[in-house]
């Protein structure tokens, strides 16, 4: 996220969103707002969608290896 918000990136993001609002046949300013809406919110789902389902994952297995010690105390008459 902090590589995101550096300068360099933020520039080459807001020159893409001019190129592209450039061929939206949109009057006005509409092809830029309709590009930043769609597709600049798409985009940014595609870099947070993966790690939110890294951390989901890593505190589901989380979730199971307590469970499996649990099970495992429960099974040899609790904690020694």
Same mark, same amino acid.
């Given at each position: 996220?902090?590589?995101?918000?550096? $300068?360099?990136?933020?520039?080459?993001?807001?020159?893409?969103? %001019? @190129?592209?609002? $450039?061929?939206?046949?949109?009057?006005? &300013?509409?092809?830029?707002?309709? =590009?930043?809406? +769609? @597709?600049?919110?798409? %985009?940014? &789902?595609?870099? =947070?969608?993966? +790690? +939110?389902?890294? @951390?989901?994952?890593?505190?589901?297995?989380?979730?199971?290896?307590?469970?499996? @010690?649990? $099970?495992?105390?429960? %099974?040899?008459?609790?904690?020694?």
């Amino acid at each position: 996220m902090v590589i995101a918000g550096t $300068r360099a990136i933020l520039q080459t993001a807001m020159a893409g969103v %001019r @190129l592209v609002a $450039r061929v939206i046949p949109l009057p006005g &300013s509409m092809g830029f707002d309709f =590009t930043t809406l +769609a @597709l600049v919110l798409l %985009r940014g &789902s595609f870099i =947070t969608e993966p +790690a +939110a389902m890294t @951390l989901v994952n890593h505190q589901m297995m989380m979730v199971e290896i307590v469970v499996m @010690l649990a $099970r495992d105390q429960l %099974r040899h008459g609790g904690i020694h």
